[in-house]
Structure formats: C-alpha cells, structure tokens
C-alpha cells in the first residue's frame, strides 16, 4: 500500500507516483514536443495578445464590462459583424492553473468563429493568491448568468475553456441556476486538456497553496463529484466536448478519458476527442485558424444545434 488510500490494483495512477513523476505530469510545458517547456509558455502568451490585439483592434467589441462589483469581474464581447439579439455566444475561461492568465491575452478563437456570426466572450476571473477556487467557481458562474440575462434571446451559450478555464468551465455542469434566479439557455461545452479531478493536483508544488484540504479538493473537482452523486443532465440535448492534446501528459490523458466516462455513465450527450500532434498549448494557438478541427468542431456542434 502506498499511505494515500488504494491499493496497487484498484488505486488511481498517481497514487503510485514519486513526488516528481506527478510533479512532471502535470507540468503542461514540460511534454511540448517543438519547443523548449519556457519557449513553449512565452510563445502561448505572445499569440494570445496578438490574437487579443487583432481582435480589439478589427471588430465591434464591448471591452471590460462588469459582470459583477468586483474590480476583477469583468468580460469581453466581440460580436460578429452582423448586429443581432439572436446570437450564438460562445463564453471562453483562460487557463493557466488558476493563478496566471488574463482575459487580456485569451482571445485566441475571436476572429475566426466572429467571422462565422457567433459572439465570443472572454471572462476575468481572480486568479490566486487573490481568489480562491470557490472563489473562481462562483465568478464563472456569475459571468454566465450576466450574459444569459443580458442576451436572453441567446440562440445558445457555449461554454469552452482551456486547462484550468476546461475545469472551471466544467464545473458549470454542477452550478446550482434556481438559486441564481435565472437558467442560462446552455448548449453546449468544450474542454481542452482540462484537469476533472483535483486531488493529484494538491500534491504538486504548483498547486499545494490553492488546495489545502482534501474537502477543498473534493468539493471542486467535477470529477470527484459527478462520480459519487451524479446529477441528472439539466438539458439532454446539451453537448459536451472532451478533448486533450495527443502530446499531453498521461496523466491529462487519463483525467479527460475518465471525465468523459464518467459524464457518459451519468447519461450525459459527451464526445471524446484526442486532437492529433498537438500539446497543451497548440490547440489554443490553432484555434485562431478557422480551418483547424477544433474551430470547425466548434462551429458544426453550434450551427447544427441552433
Ligand atoms: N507552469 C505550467 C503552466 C501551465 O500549466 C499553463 C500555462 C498557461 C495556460 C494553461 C496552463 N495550464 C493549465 O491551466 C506549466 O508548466 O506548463
């Protein structure tokens, strides 16, 4: 036995990995193949602004409205050309494991899916030490009820988000709407290279100061949770997209797969998709091409739905 709960045959992987093994497997920029893990990250953020820039600089956009009181709840819209109420919108989390990233340099899929007549919105939320997981959870939350009460004659709000963004971004699939007073006319998710399941993440150096209790873990992990007390799907017909990068870690590859499972146990419409020769951070670089799979994956599972 390994002292961490769960024996070699029914435990989880990383259980039965040396501090450093975990600490490499979730390390993001250490499994990119074409660069350096530095070159990797400083590459990520200079496409993003650039992305960011073009897309403030081109089109119709709304730039830090207030989805909340909080100095850091603020959004993004960039709107298609066409002026219309009946929109698709399409609501992107940055990642960045919870404590780096900005809205400011997560635009990365505006230009092409604005060009193709969907809304795209870029959420702030409080990265850590300011905010906490919780914290992060309830400002997602709200920032979707901002643009569902903004736009009710939404024709659909995706939700997409990207590593940490992925987690946030699932953990709308447990958010409690009749407290918030409004049901936001949700149709769909997309994950990239998410993390479901917090607990091996409390034992990397990374993330030790954001997850102190098992408790905190627990009670943010989507995994953890639709696992032991499945909820029904709210809307049958809402997709959910699963998908990681063929050059992430196992152990990314293995959060996306059992997530997927455990959505398809729980009677969830979910698809799993390994993205071909790409890492964690090329699936979000070609998001800014409109003829990448992921973007055309997007706009088919939207413009089917709508
Ligand atoms: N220090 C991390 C950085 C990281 O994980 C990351 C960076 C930018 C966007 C997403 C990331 N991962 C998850 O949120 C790494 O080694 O890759």
Request: hydrophobic letters at 35%.
């Amino acid at each position: 036995m390994d002292g961490l709960g769960g024996g070699p045959k029914c435990g989880a992987p990383w259980k039965r990995m040396s501090k450093e093994e975990l600490e490499n497997q979730y390390s993001p920029s250490r499994w990119v193949v074409r660069l350096g893990a530095e070159e990797a990250l400083r590459t990520y953020s200079q496409i993003g602004n650039e992305a960011t820039k073009r897309a403030q600089a081109t089109g119709r956009n709304l730039l830090d409205v207030p989805y909340g009181d909080g100095e850091g709840e603020k959004l993004d819209i960039y709107f298609p050309e066409a002026v219309s109420e009946a929109l698709p919108f399409l609501v992107f989390f940055h990642g960045g494991y919870w404590q780096s990233g900005s809205k400011d340099s997560s635009a990365f899929m505006v230009s092409p899916l604005t060009a193709q007549g969907v809304a795209v919105v870029i959420v702030a939320y409080d990265i850590a030490p300011k905010g906490t997981l919780d914290q992060m959870v309830d400002q997602v939350t709200q920032s979707i009820v901002f643009v569902q009460k903004q736009y009710p004659g939404n024709q659909g709000i995706y939700l997409c988000g990207h590593s940490a963004g992925a987690h946030l971004a699932a953990m709308m699939l447990l958010a409690n709407w009749t407290k918030r007073g409004v049901r936001p006319n949700l149709k769909g998710f997309f994950l990239v290279s998410g993390i479901y399941d917090l607990e091996p993440v409390m034992h990397t150096s990374e993330n030790a100061p954001l997850l102190t209790t098992l408790e905190d873990a627990q009670r943010n992990s989507p995994q953890w949770r639709l696992k032991t007390s499945p909820t029904q799907p709210v809307d049958p017909a809402c997709h959910i997209l699963v998908t990681v990068g063929q050059h992430d870690s196992p152990e990314f590859h293995r959060q996306s797969r059992e997530f997927y499972q455990t959505l398809r146990r729980g009677g969830w419409k979910a698809s799993f998709e390994e993205l071909h020769d790409v890492d964690h951070f090329e699936t979000l670089w070609n998001l800014t091409q409109k003829d990448y799979v992921l973007t055309q994956i997007i706009l088919k599972t939207i413009f089917q739905e709508s």
